[in-house]
């Protein structure tokens, strides 16, 4: 069991941590012989406090990382890409600084255009991803989390997951764990300003936590512009120490330009450019959402029962390219995504051992209806395609974790998932209607173990089965010509079997997590040509191979070295907190692309952070995120993304009470990179393709808070 410690007006740190939750350092606890003390419980039944996260890492036989929110505000603090900086194997990508549009884990999700696939999000274990798999983090605002619990591959089943790359559960505040209110003012660099108001209460059995944000920035490309609004609360309440009931309400609004993406030459010469069309045909997109989500709990020291209800609804327009031979043009959808979750554990022994049986159920449903419209340089032209995409999917699933000895127990599960894809095309009529509807069935075992070297410290193995069923973004695509309309494109469900190993722990000033994996796929999405060279759109490929390495390393390197320790306070410390991940991906002998490697992701990912913590509440250092060489941008592997080292320095001054400030510096050295690219086929012959999206230069950040 990871042990806890409260050191006073420092937060709640665990062994498992680098350091506290709330940023401050810890003052090094003396050992002490562990006592079970039972009393009222003092916080929220129905959202994980980080040392609850903290403890989930004795049931997890697989790569599992939490990363807070209070790290992420030593900095900028303004989207997922600042909430999930550091995690290990975890790539965030985004086409325009702010938006993440990409979130790859393990290979999942290389092949989203503008939306994160392949990641399931979750909101105190309640889907925040559609029906169809595809995610838009903007519809939640990072200032509302406590932190975020990062499970990767098998690890996410009992979310009822359907992606390879695992799943992502987003820990909002409450009023018991958030502060009576706090206020953040926020400015930079390209036009940026961002404020935000949070504040929370307890009163009797009733607690309550809000936020709302506005944000604005004129961006570092033409063309990008942006705004958006975001409004959340969760009120909870506690019918007993045991039974809490709580209800969350999102809602948001953005409005945000598209500068598209450029040539390789392009982005190297001046990244601030547009693609000439972006402003042409005024790409653009813009989106109204609103979630409303209801949890009950019930906890007791035999059992844990969560039964969870939502709905969201989305209405976008998205205003992108369009020729005469590509007429996409201009979207406009509106969807509705009802679903709920079912969670039991059992704690009862099991032949005089320690076991714990899990049970659940994540049913959802999206029905989204879409029309497309030719861009008349930014105007609704006549209609190019109207239809109906109707996602059902139902996931079951169970594991039992049996403890053979105290430090030894093995972990036995399966998954069972039935998903359905329908497409009702409007649009066309006769022989040319693209209807069709698919059934997709799945069934995912595996088997894992976990031994406990000693408190601070595990070893794990575990060997498992995913399942991802295709999203609408790779069964209905326009095709190209005279003729171009959206086509139906029957898929398989992509599927691969993992083995993994690893460790995670602490050592006197030494933390870290470690997993090894090896992944056999088949039917990979992913777009592709044919032998003859011709654009053949999405497809399976039978087979190809995943594989890479999850590390990170986190060292207080020295301590005590200006102000020593005293009884009242900590004595200050500098830490290096680093995190190194491989992506191998490549195809499996396969007849055009023979083992070329998986184009879109770098292979080798360095971040670090040298950080110095005066015991006073200010803190500085600097901070590099490195692509170590460079990658292909097609599956051809015939053009490449080069390599990148960013460096970034921060600085600030915080407290619990009171005011904050801080700087954050980005990108010091103006390299010119690519944030993100569209991975294609074969990037020879034509014209040099338009998939570079240029990361933001120079940039200077500063904000200032108030907390009481």
Request: glycine share 10%; aromatic share 12%.
């Amino acid at each position: 069991m990871a042990s806890l410690e409260r050191y006073p007006d420092h937060g709640t740190c665990t062994r498992w941590q680098s350091k506290c939750l709330d940023g401050e350092t810890p003052v090094e606890p003396a050992e002490v012989e562990e006592v079970t003390v039972t009393g009222a419980a003092t916080g929220s039944l129905t959202s994980n406090s980080p040392e609850e996260s903290a403890k989930q890492k004795q049931q997890v036989p697989g790569g599992f990382t939490i990363k807070s929110a209070a790290e992420m505000k030593l900095g900028r603090a303004s989207n997922f890409e600042d909430l999930l900086q550091g995690a290990p194997g975890v790539f965030a990508q985004s086409e325009n600084g702010m938006e993440v549009t990409k979130i790859s884990v393990r290979g999942s999700g290389i092949t989203a255009e503008d939306e994160p696939l392949g990641v399931m999000f979750l909101l105190d274990g309640l889907s925040y991803t559609y029906g169809d798999g595809e995610g838009i983090l903007e519809d939640f605002d990072v200032s509302s989390l406590s932190h975020a619990e990062i499970f990767r591959g098998a690890a996410a089943f009992k979310y009822g997951a359907l992606t390879l790359g695992g799943a992502i559960n987003l820990v909002p505040f409450t009023g018991y764990d958030s502060a009576p209110f706090q206020s953040r003012v926020v400015g930079g660099s390209f036009g940026y300003f961002r404020s935000d108001v949070t504040g929370g209460a307890v009163q009797g059995p009733v607690d309550e936590f809000g936020s709302i944000t506005g944000r604005v920035r004129d961006g570092f490309r033409d063309h990008s512009q942006e705004n958006a609004e975001t409004i959340f609360a969760d009120v909870g309440y506690k019918f007993s120490d045991q039974i809490e009931n709580r209800f969350y309400l999102t809602m948001n609004r953005v409005d945000r330009d598209l500068p598209g993406g450029l040539t390789k030459s392009e982005m190297e010469k001046a990244p601030e450019q547009a693609d000439p069309l972006a402003i042409v045909q005024d790409w653009n997109k813009q989106w109204e959402h609103i979630r409303l989500a209801d949890k009950l709990s019930i906890r007791t020291d035999e059992i844990q029962f969560d039964a969870g209800v939502f709905w969201f609804y989305l209405d976008q327009t998205e205003r992108n390219f369009f020729s005469p031979d590509f007429r996409a043009g201009i979207e406009k959808v509106y969807s509705n995504n009802f679903g709920g979750n079912l969670n039991f554990v059992s704690r009862y022994d099991l032949f005089g051992r320690k076991n714990v049986l899990t049970v659940g159920f994540s049913p959802q449903t999206e029905d989204e209806h879409s029309q497309n419209y030719e861009n008349d340089f930014g105007h609704t032209g006549p209609i190019t395609a109207r239809g109906e995409t109707i996602s059902i999917n139902l996931p079951v699933y169970l594991e039992d974790q049996f403890y053979v000895t105290g430090q030894f127990s093995l972990i036995a599960g399966a998954q069972a998932i039935f998903a359905e894809r329908h497409f009702r095309d409007t649009f066309l009529t006769g022989p040319e209607n693209q209807s069709h509807l698919q059934d997709y069935y799945g069934f995912n075992p595996k088997l894992g173990a976990i031994y406990e070297i000693n408190h601070d410290t595990q070893a794990y193995v575990n060997f498992s089965r995913s399942f991802q069923v295709p999203s609408f973004e790779s069964l209905v695509e326009f095709t190209e010509g005279l003729d171009s309309h959206a086509a139906y494109t029957p898929l398989q469900a992509q599927h691969a079997w993992t083995i993994e190993v690893g460790t995670r722990g602490a050592y006197s000033r030494v933390q870290w997590e470690l997993s090894l994996y090896h992944s056999w796929f088949r039917d990979e999405l992913l777009e592709l040509n044919d032998i003859f060279g011709n654009d053949i759109g999405t497809q399976n490929v039978p087979r190809s191979i995943h594989q890479g390495i999850e590390a990170s390393l986190g060292v207080d390197l020295l301590e005590d070295i200006l102000f020593p320790m005293q009884a009242n306070r900590p004595g200050d410390r500098l830490s290096l907190d680093q995190s190194y991940t491989l992506n191998d991906f490549h195809f499996d002998d396969h007849p055009v692309y023979g083992s070329n490697r998986i184009a879109g992701i770098p292979i080798h990912v360095y971040e670090a952070q040298l950080l110095y913590q005066g015991p006073f509440g200010f803190y500085a250092g600097p901070n590099v995120e490195c692509n170590l060489s460079r990658y292909p941008v097609d599956h051809a592997n015939t053009l490449f993304a080069d390599a990148y080292a960013v460096l970034g320095f921060r600085a600030g001054f915080r407290r619990n009470k009171g005011f904050s400030v801080f700087l954050d510096f980005k990108n010091l050295t103006n390299e010119r990179y690519a944030s993100s690219i569209d991975a294609i086929a074969d990037a020879r012959g034509g014209e040099p393709p338009h998939i570079f999206h240029p990361a933001d230069g120079r940039a200077f950040y500063g904000g200032i808070s108030w907390s009481w």
